[in-house]
């Protein structure tokens, strides 16, 4: 009777222990895992989720030029363009060979319509790096926002090279591609920008385009 005794007691504190060990709190995130969180987040169109991560980081002295990118870009979306400025001129000052504070101020002159400095901008994101996928998919949208179709296809064409699961350079061609009536490539770039970013604010209006092609 007593080694049956000790048994279930031993038993019990090996699955007590196994119950603490499975409910123990996980390592808190880093700060670069916290901003990775964050940068997903923006990328997939929720902004405001984003937003709260990346001024958090701020308010604990976290100096990271990818920060001051996103949360500038966070706020453009929000129409804050003077704020946002802020955040693109610290990679300006900090890191001038880097292509990311020429296409936060392109951002920037596009929200102000100032087409001709964003242009500037953009092409000397470019020159930077050639290689940058956000520079290309900046300056599709601002060929977009010029009516110049066949450029910013170009443009967002040569972005998703460089990176394929950019949600909104699926969007934005898929809009071109809408315009110019290739209904086979607005459903294909469509449907990717849905499955990347299902949550997104433009996913309603996505589904109703492709609920009339």
Known sequence: MKKRTNRFWLTLALLSALFLGLNQALPAQTQQERLQTGIAYFE??????????????????????????YLGSALIKQKNPEAALTQFNKILQSAPNSPYGYIGKAQYDIAKANYTSAETQLNTAVQKDPNCAEAYYHRGLLRGYQKKLDLAIADLQKCLQLKGNHAYAHYNIGLAYYQKGRKDLTITHFQKFLYLAPEAPEAAQVKALLSRI
Do not use: H, M, R, S
Request: no cysteine.
């Open 44 to 69: 997939a169109g929720k902004t405001a989720e984003a937003k709260a991560i990346f001024d958090q980081l701020v308010a604990e002295n976290f100096v990271n030029n990818d920060l001051y990118y």
